[in-house]
């Protein structure tokens, strides 16, 4: 396995937000988590990436405890995030944007005389065409549309060549053309470029369109776990999700 | 004519005036040049937490004043030559920023300027009150450059070396990667961290960084003016670098420089003529900020591409309605 937690656990006050979650990530995956707001889905991840510290409880990389490292430290490991509301380098341009992480996988931060400027050129483009940037390279970053710019970030989390892709909503606040354009990048990046994506995700039709595995969380706890032809017919999960077709 | 080519022929010309300066000035003149030279690496050396690193020290003197007393007491009290002093200067420097901005790089926003200006207030005091070292507030005297450089002229071109020098390795810092993942934890401390960069060492090296240049720039002044004070440690000489950035642009590259220029050229000319010249130089910096909000050269460089802008929609427009013409 890749990627496992072992009651994970994280509180705030009374809540326990993240409440005892065993998870685990198969290799080859595009997982989702889904459930309903405040089911914990946002603390689970920042407290997988070490943005948030765990009250207890264990992450397991590859074999390795990730628990209680630094976001910096785990984004080395190969566990790279993006964010609910894309976080990107406002002033940088498309292009440097992504160079700004490749510089930092290939340890080239710390040349204080060198010019950035043509740096690892073809890294960073071959990124962009990858994503569908590349003819916005010198476009600056603050000037994007709502889905370039997540787009741009899952660039920017690509230029660590993670092996653990964690995205955070991928495709709120998208059109239905951007949505279905999200969808398929992701697929892309699974199945040409091995990565592995953990994803939460509120449209059900992106979730159960592409996810081969789906991890259910109600309430900080997981409440259901499998394929999605089985987590479809979970009662549980109907339950939660009372009303609504899966 | 694109921007970066026209920033080289203002570059060209800044030299030709610089290096010509001495041969028609009168010697007033040269000796307030130097004082602009010597901030405006202050205040450079300031913008590269600024602007680079999105931090705002308070207490950025601090540097400037070790540098001057390093320097002062050096040649003074052991008779050390200059270069050397210098050099020494700016290690001593740099250490004491290692050592404050260790605890300072662990804040963040006002905090840490609070903090930078704490540990400056303390170095002041420091300063001040040891009468056997420092000499207290009554600071040290006598401190001569070597023969050489007595001559107002020639003190010039060396200030002028040696700050030219540093604002280009300032420029290839601010241009490296390094400078870059500086830019990004500026833009996104969470997002830099999230690409593997432990934000806080390099805000630590950019802390040092930038406390060694400001501490050359206090090591050229010491035997410029013959004379350290503690005010240079003061939090008032922590004020000058701020408000000479803000005034010139902070989000340029040579704002400091202009910002120094300006700042030093007024007061120079306003304490000629009234003791009110902090109400002068107070309302300038009020109209600057208010009016300016890029500064001097933020918003000459807005103004131009602004023009630019206008002047590539007019040509489209006139090739527009001339092939509109031939179509018919």
Same mark, same amino acid.
């Given at each position: 396995?890749?990627?496992?937690?072992?009651?994970?656990?994280?509180?705030?006050?009374?809540?326990?937000?993240?409440?005892?979650? !065993?998870?685990?990530?198969?290799?080859?995956?595009?997982?989702?988590?889904?459930?309903?707001?405040? @089911?914990?889905?946002?603390?689970?991840?920042?407290?997988?990436?070490?943005?948030? *510290?765990?009250?207890?409880?264990?992450?397991?990389?590859?074999?390795?405890?990730? &628990?209680?490292?630094?976001?910096?430290?785990? #984004?080395?490991?190969?566990?790279?995030?993006?964010?609910?509301? %894309? $976080?990107?380098?406002? &002033?940088?341009?498309?292009?440097?944007?992504?160079?700004?992480?490749?510089?930092?996988?290939?340890?080239?931060?710390? $040349?204080?005389?060198?010019?950035? /400027?043509?740096?690892?050129?073809?890294?960073?483009?071959?990124?962009?065409?990858?994503?569908?940037?590349?003819?916005?390279?010198?476009?600056?970053?603050?000037?994007?549309?709502?889905?370039?710019?997540?787009?741009?970030?899952?660039?920017?989390?690509?230029?660590?060549? *993670?092996?653990?892709?964690?995205?955070?909503?991928?495709?709120?606040?998208?059109? *239905?053309?951007? &949505? /279905?354009?999200?969808?398929?990048?992701?697929?892309?990046?699974?199945?040409?470029?091995?990565?592995?994506?953990?994803?939460?995700?509120?449209?059900?039709?992106?979730?159960?369109?592409?996810?081969?595995?789906?991890?259910?969380?109600?309430?900080?706890?997981?409440?259901?776990?499998?394929? *999605? $032809?089985?987590?479809?017919?979970?009662?549980?999960?109907?339950?939660?999700?009372?009303?609504?077709?899966? | 004519? #694109?921007?970066?080519?026209?920033?080289?022929?203002?570059?060209?010309?800044? %030299?030709?005036?610089?290096?010509?300066?001495?041969?028609?000035?009168?010697?007033?003149?040269?000796?307030?040049?130097?004082?602009?030279?010597i901030m @405006?690496?202050f205040a450079?050396s300031f913008?590269?937490?600024?602007?680079? /690193?999105?931090?705002?020290t308070f207490g950025h003197g601090c540097y400037y004043g070790v540098g001057a007393y390093?320097?002062?007491?050096?040649?003074?009290?052991?008779?050390?030559?200059?270069?050397?002093?210098?050099?020494?200067?700016?290690?001593?420097g740099?250490?004491v920023a290692?050592?404050f901005?260790?605890?300072?790089?662990?804040?963040?926003?006002? +905090?840490?300027?609070?903090?930078t200006l704490a540990f400056a207030q303390l170095m002041f005091s420091?300063f001040q009150? #040891?009468?056997?070292?420092?000499?207290?507030?009554?600071?040290?005297?006598?401190?001569?450059?070597?023969?050489?450089?007595?001559?107002? $002229?020639?003190?010039?071109?060396?200030?002028?070396?040696? =700050?030219?020098? #540093?604002?280009?390795?300032?420029?290839?810092?601010?241009?490296?990667?390094?400078?870059? &993942?500086?830019?990004?934890?500026? !833009?996104?401390?969470?997002?830099?961290?999230?690409?593997?960069?432990?934000?806080?060492? +390099?805000?630590? @090296?950019?802390?040092?960084?930038a406390g060694?240049?400001a501490s050359?720039a206090g090591?050229?002044f %010491?035997?410029?003016?013959?004379?350290v004070a503690p005010f240079l440690v003061s939090w008032v000489k922590s004020s000058d670098p701020v408000l000479m950035?803000?005034?010139?642009?902070?989000?340029?590259?040579?704002?400091?420089? =202009?910002?120094?220029?300006?700042?030093?050229?007024?007061?120079?000319?306003?304490?000629?003529?009234?003791?009110?010249?902090?109400?002068?130089?107070?309302?300038?910096?009020?109209?600057?900020?208010?009016?300016?909000?890029?500064?001097?050269?933020?918003?000459?460089?807005?103004?131009?591409?602004?023009?630019?802008?206008?002047?590539?929609?007019?040509?489209?427009? @006139?090739?527009?309605?001339?092939?509109?013409?031939?179509?018919?």
């Open positions: 396995m890749l990627l496992r937690t072992q009651a994970l656990t994280k509180a705030f006050g009374s809540l326990r937000a993240v409440d005892g979650v !065993d998870l685990v990530v198969q290799p080859a995956s595009l997982h989702a988590i889904i459930g309903p707001n405040g @089911a914990g889905k946002s603390t689970f991840f920042n407290v997988l990436t070490g943005f948030l *510290p765990a009250d207890s409880g264990s992450v397991i990389f590859k074999d390795q405890d990730i &628990t209680r490292l630094p976001p910096h430290v785990i #984004s080395r490991r190969g566990v790279v995030r993006a964010f609910q509301r %894309a $976080n990107i380098f406002q &002033t940088f341009t498309v292009f440097e944007n992504v160079q700004a992480s490749i510089l930092s996988r290939k340890g080239k931060t710390w $040349n204080l005389f060198g010019l950035a /400027a043509g740096m690892l050129r073809e890294d960073t483009l071959r990124i962009l065409e990858t994503l569908g940037l590349a003819d916005q390279a010198d476009v600056r970053a603050g000037h994007l549309s709502h889905g370039d710019l997540k787009r741009l970030e899952i660039g920017i989390a690509l230029g660590m060549e *993670p092996e653990l892709l964690l995205l955070d909503e991928p495709t709120a606040g998208m059109s *239905p053309e951007e &949505t /279905a354009a999200q969808a398929a990048l992701m697929q892309k990046l699974v199945a040409e470029q091995g990565l592995n994506i953990l994803f939460t995700e509120h449209d059900m039709e992106v979730v159960f369109g592409i996810a081969k595995s789906i991890t259910v969380m109600h309430q900080g706890r997981v409440i259901a776990d499998g394929r *999605p $032809n089985e987590v479809r017919r979970d009662r549980h999960v109907q339950a939660v999700y009372l009303g609504e077709e899966l | 004519m #694109s921007s970066s080519r026209r920033s080289r022929w203002w570059l060209i010309a800044l %030299a030709v005036v610089a290096l010509a300066l001495p041969q028609f000035a009168e010697p007033i003149v040269v000796h307030t040049a130097i004082e602009i030279l @405006a690496l450079m913008n590269l937490l600024f602007d680079g /690193a999105g931090l705002l390093t320097a002062a007491l050096l040649m003074t009290e052991i008779g050390m030559p200059m270069f050397p002093a210098m050099f020494a200067a700016m290690v001593m740099g250490l290692l050592v901005g260790f605890f300072c790089v662990r804040l963040t926003g006002v +905090y840490f300027s609070i903090l420091v009150q #040891s009468y056997t070292l420092t000499g207290g507030d009554l600071g040290i005297l006598d401190i001569q450059p070597p023969a050489f450089l007595v001559a107002v $002229n020639n003190y010039y071109y060396f200030t002028l070396v040696m =700050v030219g020098f #540093s604002i280009w390795l300032l420029w290839r810092i601010l241009h490296s990667p390094f400078g870059r &993942t500086l830019h990004a934890s500026r !833009d996104s401390v969470v997002r830099t961290q999230f690409i593997g960069i432990n934000v806080r060492r +390099y805000r630590l @090296a950019a802390f040092v960084i060694v240049f050359l090591a050229l %010491a035997p410029f003016n013959r004379a950035t803000l005034l010139g642009g902070a989000g340029t590259f040579w704002g400091p420089v =202009v910002g120094a220029a300006v700042f030093t050229t007024l007061h120079e000319v306003a304490i000629g003529y009234t003791t009110y010249w902090l109400l002068l130089m107070g309302s300038i910096l009020l109209v600057g900020v208010l009016f300016l909000p890029g500064g001097i050269l933020g918003f000459l460089e807005e103004r131009s591409r602004r023009v630019a802008a206008a002047r590539r929609t007019r040509m489209t427009e @006139a090739r527009g309605a001339s092939s509109n013409a031939s179509a018919d």
